[in-house]
C-alpha cells in the first residue's frame, strides 16, 4: 500500500482542491480513479441521525430510526464516564450499522447562559466535567471503529446570531474555562475530527482562525485528526485552509474550488496547507472502520435499555421533604400534567432522532401496573386552561398525593435560537400555586434541557429534574418515584434563582454582532460562589433515597511541584437504608482575594455505588495542572506559587471537608485589574471588560441600501426591499414545506436558518441551487442597483 505522502504526490492540484469540499450533504468527495474512498457523516450526540441518500432535502426531523438517549444536558448528571462510554459504544454500533464513518458529536460547549437554545445538547457549566463526560463518550463510541468529532470549537454559547456574532473572549477564560473541555476531551481521547463553529472568536472567524485551529489545536493540543467545518460555517476557503481547516461541509458544488486554485497559483494558499487538508480527509476516508455484524433489531432493543438506565442514572431529586418518595407501587397517586401524557425526551434541530419505541409518564405508569388518576392540568396550546386547572384543582383536594407534571413545550428549546426567558409558562406556575393552595402533598417532575425559574419550590415536597431523559423516560420515571432506581444524578449547572442572577444576564443577546464575555470566567458557580449569589439549587447537588457521610479527607502531601501529582482521600458511608450511588467532588480552592480566580473550580470526581450500610475508601489524584494557571505569554500552563485548598464534598451535602495545599511554582507578574474582576458583586461593565482584555466591543451596525454585501443575511436585506422579501418567502417556503405544523421548532429552526444565514453561507449550504449569480443579484437589488441586479452576473 502507498503511504500518504506518495498519494499526495500523485494528486493534481485540483484533485487536492476537490478532497477538501464535500461531495452532498453528508460525504466527503471520493475520487475513484484514486482509489480515495470517501467517508459518511452522520449527526449525534444523543443517538444517530441518519438521514438516508445524500441530501437533507427530506428535513430535519426525517431520519432513519435509531436509539434516542437522554440528552446531553441529562448525561452529564450521571457523572458516570463508564456509563457515557457505553453510550458512546452504542451510538458507534448504531453508525457502524448503517455504515456511518464518523458521527457528528458530542457537543462541548459551556453553558454560559442558561436561554442558549442548544444547552440541553451541551454537557456543563464546568470544563472539567464536561470535558470528562466528552471524553468517555468518544472513546466508547471510537471503540466500535466509528468517528467522533467533537464540536462545536469553539466559543459558540449562543444559538441567535451564531452566525454573526463576535465572542469577545479573554485569554484566561477563553484557555481555562471555554478550551479546557475541548483540550481534555482531544487529549484524553482523540477524537477522530473536530467540528469549527459558525461564529468568530476575537475578530476571526472560527474557520479561519489559525491561532484555534493550528496553534492551539495541532501545536499545543497535538491533534492529529480533521477539522470539519460546521454546516456552512466555512467563510473563505483560503483563509481556512492555511489556518488549519480540511474539509468544508456540506458540499458547497464545489463553488469556490475555482478561487482556491487561482490562490495556491499566485502563491496565497499554501501548498503543504492544503496538502495537509487534503491528507487529513484522505486518512479518514481510508481508515478500515469494522464492519457490524450483529442484528440490528437486536442493537436498538439492547439500546433503548440502556437509554433508559442512563436516564435513571442521571435524573436529579431536587427535593424530599418528609421522604415524600419513594412512593409506594399500590399508593394511587393524581397525576396532573399535559406533559406526562406528552412528555417530551429530546430537543429539537440537528440533534432530532426518531426512536423506535418510546414512554411517555402515563405509559410508565401503565405499563408497571401502577393505579393513577390524570388530569391534564393546562394545555401547552393554552387553550381551556381554566377549566382544566379547575378540575385539577378539584382533583386535588380528594387526593392522598399528587404528582404534577412541568416543563418547557417543545418549541421552547432548539437549535438555531435561544429561549426568550428563563420561566416556564405561565399557566404551569399558576398551576402549581393553585395546586399547593389545596394540598400539602405534591410532587413535581420537570422535564426541561436547561434550567428554569421555579418560583413554587418552597411549596412543594418532592421535585425529581428529568431534564429531557430519552425515548424511556416515561419508564424511567416511574421507576425513580417508586425507588426501584434511586436517585444519584448530580446537577452539572447551577439552577440560578432568577435570570437576573446570571453573570451575564445584562450583555447576552444583547448586540448581533459582538458578544463580549465580560464575566470571564465567572460563569456559573463559579460566579455565584465568589459573588455570594444564593441559588434555588447548586452546581453538583443531588438527593439520594439514602443518606451518604463523607469523612477523612487526607493528602498524600502538602505540597506540589510542577510535574508532580498528589493524591485526595476520603471515606464515603452510606448511612441509609438503601443501596445508593454517590458522588464525590474534588475542588481546588483559591484564596477570595486572588484575581480572575474563582473561589473554587471542579478538579476531580467520583462515582461511587454503595450498598446500605457500606464504607468504602476514595483516592482521587489530583495532577499539576488541576492547581496551574493559564500564562498567556508563554502559551502554555503554569503553576503558580500560591496556598490554594482541596475541597471535597459530596451531591447529597452541600457541606465540605478542606485540607491546604502549598503551590510550589511561579507567579506570573500581578496585572492591575478593575475590582469586579477580583471581587465579581452584581454584574460587570463594558469599560471595565475593555480594560482587563484589552477587547472592544464594536456597536452593531444595521447595514443600509447601498451597503449590503454577501455577509448580510436574507432578513436584513428584506428590511428595505419588498421584492427581497418576496424572493426569500419563496425560498423559506420551499424549505418548510413537508413541515405540519408551522409553530414547531422545527419549523422554527428551518425559518432561522433561512432567514438568518449571511446569503453567501446559504448557497454554500444550497447545493447549487442559490448560485453564486443569484446572491450578487440579491445583494445589488437590496443596494437598489437594480439594472446590476437584473441583467450583472
Ligand atoms: C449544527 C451541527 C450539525 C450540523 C449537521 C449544524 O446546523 O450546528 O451541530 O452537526 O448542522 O447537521
Known amino acids: 500500500m502507498q503511504s500518504l505522502a506518495d498519494q499526495l504526490t500523485q494528486l493534481t492540484p485540483e484533485e487536492l482542491i476537490q478532497l477538501t469540499s464535500g461531495a452532498d450533504f453528508w460525504h466527503s468527495k471520493a475520487l475513484p480513479d484514486r482509489h480515495i474512498p470517501n467517508f459518511r457523516m452522520s449527526d449525534g450526540p444523543n443517538g444517530l441521525r441518519y438521514q438516508a441518500g445524500s441530501g437533507d432535502a427530506l428535513g430535519i426531523n426525517e431520519s432513519v430510526i435509531s436509539t434516542c438517549f437522554p440528552t446531553a444536558s441529562a448525561v452529564a448528571c450521571t457523572w458516570d464516564p463508564e456509563l457515557i462510554s457505553e453510550m458512546g459504544r452504542a451510538i458507534g454500533h448504531e453508525a457502524r450499522s448503517l455504515d456511518v464513518d464518523m458521527v457528528l458529536g458530542p457537543g462541548i460547549n459551556i453553558k454560559r447562559n442558561p436561554l442558549c437554545g442548544r444547552n440541553f445538547e451541551y454537557f456543563s457549566e464546568d470544563p472539567f466535567l464536561a470535558g470528562m463526560i466528552g471524553a468517555a463518550w468518544i472513546k466508547g463510541l471510537q471503540s466500535t471503529g466509528a468517528a467522533a468529532c467533537l464540536k462545536h470549537f469553539a466559543g459558540n454559547n449562543q444559538e441567535n446570531d451564531r452566525l454573526l456574532s463576535d465572542s469577545l473572549i479573554d485569554e484566561t477564560a477563553l484557555h481555562e474555562l471555554y478550551l479546557e473541555a475541548f483540550r481534555i476531551a482531544v487529549q484524553t481521547a482523540h477524537p477522530e475530527g473536530i467540528m469549527c463553529s459558525y461564529n468568530k472568536v476575537n475578530g476571526t472567524y472560527a474557520s479561519d482562525n ?33 489556518a488549519g481547516g480540511d474539509l468544508e461541509m456540506p458540499s458547497s458544488a464545489n463553488m469556490f474550488d475555482p478561487e482556491a486554485l487561482k490562490a495556491l497559483n499566485a502563491g496565497k494558499l499554501k501548498a503543504a496547507a ?55 407501587p399500590d399508593q394511587k ?60 384543582v378539584a382533583a386535588a383536594k380528594d387526593a392522598q398525593t399528587v404528582l404534577v407534571v412541568v416543563g418547557l413545550p417543545e418549541s421552547a428549546e432548539s437549535e438555531g435560537f435561544d429561549r426568550p426567558n428563563m420561566k416556564l409558562p405561565a399557566n404551569q406556575n399558576q398551576l402549581i400555586d393553585r395546586l399547593a393552595a389545596v394540598t400539602p402533598n405534591l410532587i413535581v417532575l420537570l422535564v426541561a434541557g436547561a ?9 412543594v415536597k418532592g421535585l425529581i429534574n428529568l431534564y429531557l431523559g430519552g425515548q424511556f423516560v416515561g419508564d424511567a420515571a416511574v421507576n425513580l418515584l417508586t425507588g426501584k432506581a434511586n436517585p444519584s444524578g448530580k446537577l452539572a449547572e447551577s439552577y440560578p434563582i432568577s435570570y437576573q442572577d446570571v453573570a451575564s444576564a445584562d450583555l447576552y443577546d444583547r448586540n448581533p454582532q459582538s458578544a463580549a ?8 458557580y463559579r460566579y455565584y460562589d465568589k459573588a ?135 507567579s506570573l507578574p500581578k496585572k492591575e485589574l478593575p475590582d469586579w474582576y477580583v471581587n465579581p458583586v452584581g454584574k460587570p461593565t463594558l469599560a471595565d471588560f475593555t480594560t482587563m482584555s484589552g477587547l472592544t466591543v464594536q456597536p452593531a451596525i444595521t447595514a443600509q441600501p447601498g451597503q449590503y454585501t454577501r455577509l448580510n443575511t436574507p432578513r436584513e436585506l428584506g428590511t428595505h426591499s419588498a421584492l427581497i422579501r418576496k424572493i426569500t418567502s419563496i425560498l423559506k417556503n420551499s424549505m418548510t414545506k413537508g413541515i405540519a405544523d408551522p409553530e414547531s421548532s422545527e419549523a422554527k429552526f428551518m425559518e432561522t436558518i433561512v432567514m438568518d444565514t449571511p446569503l453567501i453561507r446559504l448557497a454554500q449550504q444550497s447545493g447549487g441551487k442559490l448560485s453564486l449569480t443569484l446572491v450578487n443579484k440579491l445583494v445589488a437589488i437590496a443596494n437598489r442597483h437594480y439594472f446590476k441586479g437584473i441583467f450583472g452576473r
Open 274 to 328: 492544503l496538502r495537509r487538508a487534503a491528507g487529513n480527509v484522505i486518512q479518514t476516508a481510508e481508515k478500515k472502520r469494522p464492519a457490524f455484524t450483529g442484528e440490528r433489531e437486536a442493537l436498538l432493543a439492547e439500546d433503548g435499555r440502556l437509554a433508559q438506565k442512563i436516564e435513571e442514572n442521571a435524573a436529579v431529586l431536587l427535593k424530599n421533604d418528609d421522604q415524600i418518595l419513594p412512593i409506594r
Open 532 to 666: 455570594n449569589q444564593p441559588v434555588a439549587f447548586p452546581f453538583g447537588f443531588g438527593l439520594s433515597y439514602t443518606t451518604f457521610q463523607l469523612s477523612d479527607l487526607s493528602l498524600d502531601q502538602s505540597q506540589i511541584q510542577a510535574d508532580q501529582a498528589l493524591n485526595a482521600t476520603v471515606t464515603v458511608t452510606n448511612t441509609g437504608d438503601r443501596d445508593g450511588a454517590e458522588v464525590v467532588e474534588v475542588f481546588v480552592g483559591n484564596s477570595a482575594d486572588s484575581p480572575l480566580k474563582p473561589l473554587k473550580e471542579l478538579k476531580g470526581f467520583q462515582k461511587v455505588f454503595l450498598k446500605a450500610g457500606q464504607t468504602t475508601s476514595v483516592t482521587i489524584t489530583l495532577p499539576a495542572h488541576a492547581f496551574s494557571d493559564w500564562n498567556d505569554q508563554q502559551q502554555a500552563w503554569q503553576l503558580p506559587a500560591a496556598h490554594k485548598t482541596v475541597l471535597v464534598k459530596i451531591g447529597s451535602d452541600q457541606s465540605q471537608l478542606t485540607a491546604p495545599v502549598d503551590v510550589r511554582g511561579q
Open 333 to 392: 397517586l393524581l397525576v396532573i400534567g399535559q406533559m406526562a401524557a406528552a412528555t417530551r425526551y429530546q430537543g429539537a434541530g440537528s440533534s432530532h432522532i426518531n426512536p423506535p419505541e418510546k414512554s411517555t409518564i402515563l405509559d410508565g405508569f401503565k405499563k408497571a401496573k401502577m393505579p393513577y388518576d390524570y388530569q391534564p392540568g393546562y394545555a401547552f396550546s393554552r387553550e381551556n386552561d381554566d377549566q382544566l386547572a379547575a378540575d385539577a
Open 451 to 459: 434550567p428554569v425559574e421555579l418560583p413554587w419550590r418552597s411549596q
Open 210 to 242: 489559525s491561532y484555534l485551529l493550528t496553534e492551539v489545536l495541532r501545536h499545543q493540543w497535538d491533534f492529529k485528526g480533521t477539522v470539519v467545518t460546521d454546516w456552512g460555517a466555512l467563510n473563505d476557503k483560503v483563509a481556512s485552509l492555511n
Open 517 to 524: 464575555y465580560a464575566e470571564s470566567v465567572y460563569v456559573g
